[in-house]
T-cell receptor
């Protein structure tokens, strides 16, 4: 069965370190998204991609970067982790078009000390 | 700018009660799409329903029903005869017709007590 996976599921890191969160989907979806979930804010979009070599900034992109070298993967990098980036991160994918629902991964809980 | 407001932060009901989760949205797009997702205690996000702005027909799926009213910019979700398994955080979301930037509400935590 097609799925979307994230790794690691839990990560503890220190302020200033570079961290990369992996997202892999086997749906063959063109669109992939990264969100962060914080209490009181719901999910907020960090970056998204419509296809290979395409990346776009979302609502809360400062301090994050992504790259899309193939259809299946969209890794999220925190260049220099900050305590404000402690959050739960969700990756999602969808087929083209705004009408289509997004399928979400299980989430990664990141703690920055 | 697009915005979704879920004014109810937490709701607690007793099993078998009916409960309505409110969702109010703002957008300047004439074409847009509305979604509801469920996040159970296990943490994953589960898609429940989508509606496009041209389809105001209400939807019923088992104990779940959705009421979309463009006149009040609302897309409310009702659970009839609630069950303990309905306990979760429910998110309403909005996406404009010209982009993939989905905006989520802050979520409503529903607790159904036995």
């Amino acid at each position: 069965d097609a799925e979307i996976t994230q790794s690691p599921r839990h990560k503890i890191t220190e302020t200033g370190r570079q961290v990369t969160l992996a997202c892999h989907q086997t749906w063959n979806h063109n669109n992939m998204f990264w969100y962060r979930q914080d209490l009181g804010h719901g999910l907020r979009l960090i970056h998204y991609s419509y296809g290979v070599q395409d990346t776009n900034k979302g609502e809360v992109s400062d301090g994050y970067s992504v790259s899309r070298s193939n259809t299946e993967d969209l890794p999220l990098t925190l260049e220099s982790a900050a305590s404000s980036q402690t959050s739960v991160y969700f990756c999602a994918s969808s087929t083209g078009g705004p009408y289509n629902e997004q399928f979400f991964g299980p989430g990664t809980r990141l703690t920055v000390l | 700018a697009q915005k979704v407001t879920q004014a109810q932060t937490e709701i607690s009901v007793v099993e078998k009660e009916d409960v309505t989760l409110d969702c109010v949205y703002e957008t300047r797009d004439t074409t847009y799409y509305l979604f509801w997702y469920k996040q159970p205690p296990s943490g994953e996000l589960v898609f429940l329903i989508r509606r496009n702005s041209f389809d105001e027909q209400n939807e019923i799926s088992g104990r779940y029903s959705w009421n979309f009213q463009k006149s009040t910019s609302s897309f409310n979700f009702t659970i009839t005869a609630s069950q303990v398994v309905d306990s979760a955080v429910y998110f309403c979301a909005l996406r404009g017709g010209n982009n993939n930037d989905m905006r989520f509400g802050a979520g409503t935590r529903l607790t159904v007590k036995p």
